[in-house]
């Protein structure tokens, strides 16, 4: 079946060199990242305007520009990209100016080979976490409502009644349970049931930032607080203003943080990074987490003062093991999604199939079912769905006479996502469930790595 290969974030290298072009290209290729390349700062500019691109490498000296001054235009077009210059000659005077027009940083080729994968892998993460920081503005364009929530079985039940009761106020609520339960869902829903529906609803995921950009992006910064710091910017506090603000895995937050959180809590105040002047929102805080944050708070790992602050009304989500009157409309309504989206006629699940579905432990929960139905989509040749289109771990038919090769079966697997992905391993990876070195060690076991 045809489909597109999914949009994933790149890295473009611009270099007039073009030896050193395809060599730097090839290494971060090998490395996992998807890598467009550019010999000129037009090019490269076109490239930026059209490519999914988080980071760029640029030359010094290029043809048509220079690659410092290049810094500012690139951040006028997508202020969230970040940019490494590489020279050949440096001079302080450049490195300088690179990092006051925006660039995360200046290195010199050659002398700084074992620099330069972990300072892309650095300046790739940040990137990714202010592309997901800009996208979270939007976040109240896709807000769900109780209709949303599929399942009838009673624990779902009670935390939908709970949910349904705490939405028309503004007390805060700390959503418990594991990853993948469906803590946004919930947090949107109680935020479009309630007085702010029209407001905004923004969600961070805490446990994505490290303490400092999670300062910065919940409460922002004034121009000058931080090198690169070129303008002032709003947070997502600011940003949620009159809305919600949901804080997923808040039990992750660093103690300095917690501080600032329960001042928000109390006075609905903040102070924006290098600023002294106080900002007044009026933000209803959501709050999610898969630890036990009352434990976390009796050893001192999570202010107690702040606990008692979120915990003003606690949902616990249950798990999907315990929800098994679920998992078939579930896995029903997202073999629909993916078969739309993926532009075939919707298939049908047979008995042995949904079978496996309820007996799987479900360790990832609704997350979990939901990555596994978009990759049976995938692979499906025909309408009706079979549990030999499940991975290993779900056969439940293993017997002397029908033996499962396993190295057989997951190396099929892997080479058909690689064929949906066009050979994309980081969203191969992504679509597998496992880490981008587990894959790259597979790759070269399975001799799939040519």
């Given amino acids: 079946m045809g489909t597109k290969t999914p949009p994933s974030a790149s890295i473009l290298v611009i270099d007039d ?15 996992g990242y998807k890598v467009v390349q550019a010999y000129t700062a037009k090019e490269g500019l076109r490239i930026l305007h059209q490519e999914q691109v988080v980071l760029v490498i640029s030359d010094v000296k290029l ?20 940019v490494i210059n590489l020279t050949a000659y440096g001079t302080i005077a450049d490195g300088v100016q690179a990092i006051q027009n925006g660039a995360f ?104 930032f ?22 002032d910017k709003k947070g997502l506090v600011e940003e949620a203003n009159g809305g919600t603000l949901f804080l997923d895995e808040v039990g992750e937050i660093m103690p300095d943080m917690q501080a600032r959180l329960l001042r928000l809590l109390e006075n609905q105040s903040f102070i924006k990074i290098g600023s002294t002047e106080t900002t007044k929102v009026n933000v209803r805080i959501i709050a999610a ?30 798990p999907l093991r315990e929800r098994k009157p679920d998992i078939r409309s579930l896995a029903d309504h997202y073999l629909a999604m993916f078969s739309a989206k993926m532009g075939v ?23 979990e079912l939901k990555n596994l139905m978009e990759r049976v989509v995938i692979l499906a040749d025909s309408a009706s769905l079979s549990n030999s289109l499940l991975p290993p771990e779900f056969n439940t038919d293993i017997t002397d006479s029908n033996p499962i090769d396993l190295a ?7 080479k058909k996502i690689l064929a949906y992905t066009g050979g994309n391993k980081t ?24």
């Avoid at 892309?120 to 940040?126: E, L, M, R, T």
């Avoid at 969203?427 to 040519?450: C, V």
């Fill in 210 to 231: 490290t303490g400092d950009l999670l300062e910065s992006e919940l409460f922002g910064y004034k121009a000058g607080a931080f090198t690169g710091a070129l303008k």
């Fill in 63 to 82: 043809p048509d520009a220079n690659g410092v001054e290049l810094v500012k235009a690139i951040k006028q077009i997508k202020p969230f990209v970040e």
């Fill in 408 to 414: 057989t079966v997951e190396k099929q697997h892997i």
């Fill in 289 to 318: 987490t898969n630890r036990d944050l009352q434990k976390a708070a009796e050893t001192g790992t999570f202010r107690m003062d702040l606990y008692y602050r979120l915990s003003v009304f606690n949902i616990q989500l249950p």
């Fill in 105 to 208: 940083n200046y290195i010199t080729k050659g002398d700084d080979n074992d620099r330069i994968i972990p300072l892309v892998s650095q300046a790739f993460n940040k990137a990714m976490h202010q592309l997901e920081a800009e996208s979270l503005k939007n976040k109240s364009n896709t807000i769900v409502g109780f209709d949303n929530i599929i399942g009838t079985s009673p624990s779902i039940t009670n935390a939908l009644t709970l949910a349904k009761k705490v939405a028309s106020t503004d007390t805060t609520v700390l959503l418990l349970g594991e990853t993948g339960t469906g803590k946004e869902v919930f947090a949107s829903a109680i935020h479009q049931a309630g007085g702010r529906s029209g407001k905004p609803f923004v969600a961070i995921n805490c446990s994505s």
């Fill in 345 to 367: 006629q919707k298939m049908q699940m047979d008995k042995g199939f949904i079978e496996a579905l309820e007996q799987h432990p479900w360790k990832g929960n609704i997350r």
């Fill in 427 to 450: 969203e191969t990876a992504r679509l597998l469930g496992i880490g981008l070195t587990t894959l790259y060690r597979k790759l070269d076991e399975y001799t799939l790595n040519q």
């Fill in 17 to 31: 060199e073009k030896k050193l072009n395809d060599l730097l290209s090839r290494i971060l290729s090998l490395e």
